[in-house]
């Protein structure tokens, strides 16, 4: 089992950026890579970004490519603990509950609970 926690959530001005961190704890060296989420009332869970973590390789969905970046935890060689996503140029349209995922291959096994971000415009 992976248990998952994200933080960072918050209120925000359009604009503005945000850093979620999500914390790893359990079996996370059985894990192949973990993503972020957000899921808009009314809409459709949506995937963000998501990290392998043999090489580091990084991928982006195109409404966030260029303003949201996925990290690992450098301090430490070979973690899998944490996973962040820095949030810049915010809009009201990134209002939203963000997940992060952790993945043990091919689909996403483990969940965390979300956090609130929101953007003012």
């Known amino acids: 089992q992976v248990q998952l926690a994200e933080s960072g959530g918050g209120l925000v001005q359009a604009g503005g950026s945000l850093r979620l961190s999500c914390a790893a704890s359990?079996?996370?060296?059985?894990?192949?890579?973990m993503g972020w989420f957000r899921q808009a009332p009314g809409k459709e869970r949506e995937w963000l970004a998501v990290?392998?973590?043999?090489?580091?390789?990084?991928?982006?969905?195109?409404s966030v490519k260029g303003r949201f970046i996925i990290s690992k935890d450098n301090a430490k060689d070979n973690a899998k603990n944490a996973v962040y996503l820095q949030m810049n140029s915010l809009k009201p349209e990134d209002t939203a509950v963000y997940y992060c995922a952790a993945s043990l291959y091919d689909k996403f096994d483990y969940w965390g609970q979300g956090t609130q971000v929101t953007v003012s415009s």
């Open positions: 990290m392998i973590w043999d090489d580091g390789t990084t991928y982006y969905a195109d």
């Open positions: 359990g079996r996370t060296f059985s894990t192949y890579g």
